[in-house]
């Protein structure tokens, strides 16, 4: 389990990464927290040429937190975003979801933005990006584009971006008032991925009445599954949605796979249980936004 | 008194220097060496058709590339089959590089040597081997169908085939026993694989003195001496030409005792042929594919009793999978169908067992060692009798315990020592009665309808077992007086984590009247003491404990003979008390240890302050007599050797309280109480940590646990993301009592501890599911998704 022969670039400025990027073209591999590619590159399952470490990029470890949402830059540990009471107070799910991520020590080096980019189905930070309706920031010598969440997430670990472009940064758009999120999985072991999960978002009306209901389902699809769920709500208060109704219209919308974990079929039964959870969750944390008002 | 630490809750002495980053692990010496890597069968059968190296030559500080082809002697036969027995007529082993044909995903082909393990897989990469494909066997029924075979000359798969059987009383035979009872059962139970998985893995390295002639090895392994002897001949050298390190061990859990493995002696062998130090340390992909797994099998139970739960008849069939090879003989399935007895005498049994071959990782002994197999059968057989008959669970084991007025008690069978299986102490219904006071047995049914009217599912389970522990057939301890006043002991079987430099040293500073910091313990090192069998089957207290506390006692005998002659005064009025030699009652009357140390040995050059010292008394030698008199030996030492009759049988009781989720089938184990009996205790701290770990294994077993194959021998989930070993998170708190049932078949009264914990959780969890569930559990490991589809088939 050791990596075969790499050529390493250590820049220290965003613009260097770019040049190494672009200079590297396909071959190029950007190595941020590493907490998935090292063991892919010790496990000789990516065998880049090029690896350039944005470790020295200082300018990308940022948390901007602003009423209408937080930016997080791409050298942003999983740990410094969780802790930021800022970004807390402006999308508590950022937090809600990052608990779940893996162990203390991986979200110490892991980050989110490189959580995004590796874009597996079953992570977290996927998950809320698409529910929030999110972005990514691309840049590549010469250039930026920013990509929707919806856009961004192309298949499993497959992402938007492309050879010489660098995720600089991620966007989390705030939600409405009277909004309130949560996040619940089921993992085999405390922070292993998740059999199935997802996060949630609720906004009630004037009468807290749910007027909005959203999740995004993870290990359930190729890529974060988000599903609109107002209907199912029938505009009705928490407690007395029809929430069987519910867990069924969510089962209704994905396909997930079975694998040496869980089944598909309880996958599916799961999911629906989940979002049960989470959207009462989201509705409760909601009623107190509401409340606070 | 502060030098009886017998039976003290003292500290590990060597956790300082394992938590703090101190311990000298494989990995951590000969940072020069070269290293070794292999090229390993990507396929589960396939026949080698050719090897081309030649890519590979072309990387810079590639040093060597061996195939079967390139081994000389010895070296190019099978590897040793460790512990033949009459039944196992088909014993194989693998060669230590694949000759013509690999049997397993994971089996090494080529050794690679290279300045480091970098270009050492890079050049691995890069070595091409053409396969041509033969039929994979996986799945034990499969196999035991015979149609595909895992080695041409094993017809129907089957290594071994084994019956024992024990008639009742009144002379019924088993089926006979059960066809004639009031009531009978017949179900199957599955088993899952899984392994021992050690956070470190197995590693070797060689350093070749070729001045001297001489081969020094440390290994990662449970035995060192016998690493030794294996390494001396298959390498053609002397014997005392080689030297076994164990350094420290970063668990073992029984795959490590299994020896030689290929690496250990193919890089002994590269390190001599080339002259240079070399290394491998196993990586955890590899360890998975490459090393051994254990637990699985396939049971098929009939059972007869009678209205009072008395089991009159028991029969049962094994299919036990036992992967590609047999290096280590049938023990497994042996001690299956011997220790799932338990703590109950019952009417008549019979046990067959057939051991087969598949195209998997080979099947060795892991923590429990067949055990938990054994005991998972009974435990759920006696749960069925008592679900059938509407009995209390612990009713029925009660009525079917042997008596603590019954022992020595003879089951009847042949145990794995090839001894008669003959339990030596016991008191298993003061065992039952502690555990149920400890988890509230008798009080749990109103916890349950409390919970259930919080609409909560809870259950309770228990699970019984006895373990013979200390086998033989020896081991030897060893033990040094110096001058200075420290006491050194060694002994030949090693440490893997267990804490033998704490409770060795405590029955030494206890025998030997000294303080414990005085002491100091050596153990799997062949330079310091080269007779040992090793560390496995519950055994290092027992059999190094006892060896020790002998060879303490000859030096004990010894220094108070010579302080009797120093002091004037009679040997049988001396005590020893914080490392000085005293006439009891009369403290002024006294020498130091140390002081004695210095008399034993004739040839005093004043070194030291002791030695100078020690000619104020005077001499111990008659003008008349040898300096060193007949039967004398210079110095303050000892060395004994501890070898039972047979083994000594700890016994256990645990139980469960568990919660399912009726929702997502998640599994919650709210208690978990242990009431535990080894004997004497030693050290009861280091006795609950040895529990602690074996239920944290056991639940992994229970819950988390299996080696995934599918049907081309591909091992799906070779890794710790998807090999859910469980984490702190998943393992409750484990309370425990400890009864204390002396062995009388040792000086200490000792039994062992070591594997205890591991063994009865898959049935004590299976239990309480059963129970919270009402729904029958017949296999292990269990999964929320598992759980989730018997509600399903219940329900539909």
């Known amino acids: 389990m050791k990596p075969p022969p790499f050529e390493y670039h250590a820049p220290v400025s965003v613009d260097e990464a770019l040049a190494a990027l672009a200079e590297t073209g396909p071959h190029g591999k950007v190595l941020a927290g590493g907490q998935s590619l090292i063991p892919l590159l010790n496990m000789r399952l990516a065998a880049p040429s090029h690896l350039v470490d944005i470790n020295r990029v200082g300018e990308l470890n940022t948390i901007a937190a602003r009423p209408g949402g937080v930016r997080v830059g791409?050298?942003?540990?999983?740990?410094?975003?969780?802790?930021?009471?800022?970004?807390?107070?402006?999308?508590?799910?950022?937090?809600?979801?990052?608990?779940?991520?893996?162990?203390?020590?991986?979200?110490?080096?892991?980050?989110?933005?490189?959580?995004?980019?590796?874009?597996?189905?079953?992570?977290?930070?996927?998950?809320?990006?698409?529910?929030?309706?999110?972005?990514?920031?691309?840049?590549?010598?010469?250039?930026?584009?920013?990509?929707?969440?919806?856009?961004?997430?192309?298949?499993?670990?497959?992402?938007?971006?492309?050879p010489g472009e660098l995720a600089v940064s991620a966007f989390f758009p705030a939600p409405p008032p009277r909004s309130g999120t949560a996040f619940q999985e089921v993992a085999r072991r405390h922070g292993d991925y998740a059999v199935a999960?997802?996060?949630?978002?609720?906004?009630?009306?004037?009468?807290?009445?749910?007027?909005?209901?959203?999740?995004?389902?993870?290990?359930?699809?190729?890529?974060?599954?988000?599903?609109?769920?107002?209907?199912?709500?029938?505009?009705?208060?928490?407690?007395?949605?029809?929430?069987?109704?519910?867990?069924?219209?969510?089962?209704?919308?994905?396909?997930?796979?079975?694998?040496?974990?869980?089944?598909?079929?309880?996958?599916?039964?799961?999911?629906?249980?989940?979002?049960?959870?989470a959207l009462k969750d989201a509705a409760r944390n909601a009623g107190t936004e509401a409340a606070d008002e | 008194m502060t030098t009886k630490l017998f039976g003290e809750p003292v500290q590990r002495r060597e956790d300082a220097r394992l938590v703090t980053g101190q311990g000298r692990y494989l990995d951590d010496l000969g940072p020069g060496a070269l290293a070794a890597a292999f090229v390993r069968s990507p396929h589960a059968h396939a026949r080698i058709k050719d090897i081309d190296v030649s890519a590979a030559l072309d990387v810079e500080g590639l040093v060597a590339v061996y195939t079967w082809e390139d081994l000389p002697g010895a070296l190019a036969e099978p590897l040793p089959l460790l512990i033949p027995h009459p039944a196992l007529t088909h014993g194989r082993t693998a060669y230590p590089l694949a000759k013509d044909i690999v049997r397993h995903v994971g089996e090494p082909v080529v050794m690679v040597v290279a300045a480091d393990r970098y270009l050492a897989e890079d050049a691995c990469a890069l070595i091409e081997v053409e396969y041509e494909f033969l039929k994979p066997v996986v799945g034990v029924e499969e196999a035991a169908q015979g149609v595909h075979l895992v080695h041409e000359d094993v017809p129907g798969n089957v290594g071994a085939h084994l019956v024992q059987e024990v008639p009742s009383r009144e002379g019924r035979s088993a089926a006979e026993a059960i066809d004639a009872a009031p009531n009978r059962l017949e179900f199957r139970l599955d088993i899952e694989r899984s392994a021992s998985m050690p956070l470190e893995g197995r590693g070797v390295y060689a350093r070749w003195d070729?001045?001297?002639?001489?081969?020094?090895?440390?290994?990662?392994?449970?035995?060192?001496?016998?690493?030794?002897?294996?390494?001396?001949?298959?390498?053609?050298?002397?014997?005392?030409?080689?030297?076994?390190?164990?350094?420290?061990?970063?668990?073992?859990?029984?795959?490590?005792?299994?020896?030689?493995?290929?690496?250990?002696?193919?890089?002994?062998?590269?390190?001599?042929?080339?002259?240079?130090?070399?290394?491998?340390?196993?990586?955890?992909?590899?360890?998975?594919?490459?090393?051994?797994?254990?637990?699985?099998?396939?049971?098929?139970?009939r059972v007869g009793f009678d209205d009072e739960g008395h089991v009159l008849g028991l029969d049962v069939t094994i299919l036990h999978d036992h992967g590609a090879y047999t290096p280590y003989g049938i023990i497994v399935p042996i001690i299956t169908s011997t220790q799932l007895l338990g703590p109950y005498k019952i009417g008549a049994y019979r046990v067959e067992f057939s051991s087969i071959y598949t195209n998997t990782v080979q099947v060795t002994p892991y923590r429990g060692a067949g055990r938990p197999q054994g005991v998972f059968c009974m435990e759920r057989t006696l749960d069925r009798v008592a679900a059938y008959l509407g009995k209390d669970r612990t009713e029925v084991?009660?009525?079917?315990?042997?008596?603590?007025?019954?022992?020595?008690?003879?089951?009847?069978?042949?145990?794995?020592?090839?001894?008669?299986?003959?339990?030596?102490?016991?008191?298993?219904?003061?065992?039952?009665?502690?555990?149920?006071?400890?988890?509230?047995?008798?009080?749990?049914?109103?916890?349950?309808?409390?919970?259930?009217?919080?609409?909560?599912?809870?259950?309770?389970?228990?699970?019984?077992?006895?373990?013979?522990?200390?086998?033989?057939?020896?081991?030897?301890?060893?033990?040094?007086?110096?001058?200075?006043?420290?006491?050194?002991?060694?002994?030949?079987?090693?440490?893997?984590?267990?804490?033998h430099e704490t409770v060795f040293a405590q029955i030494a500073a206890t025998e030997l009247?000294?303080?414990?910091?005085?002491?100091?313990?050596?153990?799997?090192?062949?330079?310091?003491?080269?007779?040992?069998?090793?560390?496995?089957?519950?055994?290092?207290?027992?059999?190094?404990?006892?060896?020790?506390?002998?060879?303490?006692?000859?030096?004990?005998?010894?220094?108070?003979?010579?302080?009797?002659?120093?002091?004037?005064?009679?040997?049988?009025?001396?005590?020893?008390?914080?490392?000085?030699?005293?006439?009891?009652?009369?403290?002024?009357?006294?020498?130091?240890?140390?002081?004695?140390?210095?008399?034993?040995?004739?040839?005093?050059?004043?070194?030291?302050?002791?030695?100078?010292?020690?000619?104020?008394?005077?001499?111990?030698?008659?003008?008349?007599?040898?300096?060193?008199?007949?039967?004398?030996?210079?110095?303050?030492?000892?060395?004994?050797?501890y070898s039972p009759i047979r083994s000594t049988f700890a016994s256990g009781m645990h139980a469960a309280i568990v919660e399912t989720d009726p929702e997502t089938a998640e599994i919650t184990i709210l208690r978990y109480a242990v009431v535990h009996d080894c004997g004497k205790l030693i050290n009861p701290m280091i006795v609950e940590g040895q529990i602690h770990g074996g239920v944290a294994q056991g639940v992994g077993g229970a819950l988390y646990e299996k080696m995934v194959y599918d049907e081309h021998g591909q091992l799906l989930n070779a890794s710790f993301m998807d090999f859910l070993m469980p984490y702190a998170t998943e393992v409750p708190r484990i309370e425990t009592a400890h009864l204390e049932t002396p062995s009388p078949l040792n000086p200490l009264g000792v039994k062992g501890a070591g594997e205890a914990g591991v063994i009865p959780v898959s049935a004590v969890i299976a239990s309480a599911i059963e129970d919270a569930e009402g729904i029958p559990i017949d296999r292990m490991p269990i999964s929320p998704s598992d759980l989730h589809t018997l509600r399903l088939r219940l329900a539909g």
């Open chain 2, 210 to 301: 070729a001045d001297d002639g001489s081969l020094r090895v440390y290994s990662s392994t449970q035995t060192s001496t016998s690493v030794r002897m294996a390494v001396a001949a298959k390498l053609g050298l002397p014997l005392p030409k080689v030297e076994v390190i164990a350094p420290d061990v970063g668990g073992g859990f029984g795959v490590k005792i299994v020896h030689p493995w290929p690496e250990e002696i193919l890089v002994p062998w590269a390190a001599r042929t080339l002259g240079r130090e070399v290394k491998w340390t196993e990586d955890r992909r590899e360890h998975f594919v490459s090393s051994a797994h254990e637990r699985a099998q396939v049971q098929h139970v």
């Open chain 2, 513 to 641: 009247g000294v303080p414990i910091e005085r002491v100091s313990v050596v153990t799997g090192d062949t330079r310091r003491f080269g007779y040992a069998v090793g560390t496995f089957a519950s055994r290092a207290a027992v059999m190094s404990g006892n060896a020790i506390a002998l060879a303490c006692r000859k030096v004990r005998e010894k220094a108070l003979r010579i302080a009797a002659d120093a002091l004037e005064a009679d040997p049988r009025d001396l005590e020893i008390t914080d490392g000085i030699v005293h006439v009891a009652g009369t403290p002024s009357a006294s020498i130091p240890l140390a002081t004695v140390a210095v008399l034993s040995n004739p040839l005093r050059y004043a070194f030291d302050e002791e030695t100078k010292r020690a000619t104020q008394f005077s001499g111990t030698s008659a003008p008349d007599r040898p300096p060193v008199d007949e039967g004398e030996e210079p110095g303050l030492e000892g060395r004994d050797y």
């Open chain 2, 397 to 499: 084991r009660a009525a079917n315990f042997i008596g603590p007025d019954e022992f020595p008690y003879d089951q009847g069978l042949i145990f794995q020592d090839g001894r008669p299986l003959v339990y030596d102490s016991g008191n298993y219904p003061e065992s039952l009665r502690m555990l149920k006071e400890l988890i509230g047995w008798d009080s749990f049914p109103e916890m349950k309808a409390r919970a259930a009217a919080e609409g909560r599912r809870i259950g309770i389970g228990i699970g019984c077992y006895v373990e013979g522990t200390g086998v033989g057939p020896y081991e030897g301890g060893h033990v040094q007086v110096t001058s200075d006043g420290r006491v050194h002991v060694s002994t030949g079987l090693t440490s893997q984590g267990q804490g």
């Open chain 1, 74 to 162: 791409a050298l942003a540990r999983h740990a410094a975003v969780e802790r930021s009471a800022e970004a807390a107070a402006v999308l508590p799910l950022l937090r809600q979801a990052l608990a779940l991520v893996a162990h203390p020590v991986i979200r110490n080096r892991g980050t989110v933005v490189g959580s995004l980019v590796h874009a597996d189905p079953s992570a977290e930070m996927p998950a809320v990006l698409a529910l929030l309706g999110g972005s990514v920031r691309l840049a590549r010598l010469g250039g930026e584009r920013e990509v929707a969440a919806a856009d961004f997430f192309t298949g499993p670990m497959e992402s938007a971006v492309e």
């Open chain 1, 197 to 277: 999960g997802m996060a949630a978002l609720v906004t009630l009306d004037e009468d807290l009445r749910i007027a909005a209901a959203r999740v995004a389902c993870v290990s359930v699809g190729p890529a974060p599954v988000v599903i609109d769920l107002s209907d199912a709500c029938d505009r009705r208060p928490a407690a007395s949605v029809p929430w069987d109704a519910v867990a069924a219209a969510v089962r209704d919308r994905i396909d997930p796979d079975g694998d040496i974990h869980a089944t598909a079929e309880y996958r599916r039964h799961l999911t629906g249980v989940l979002a049960v959870r």
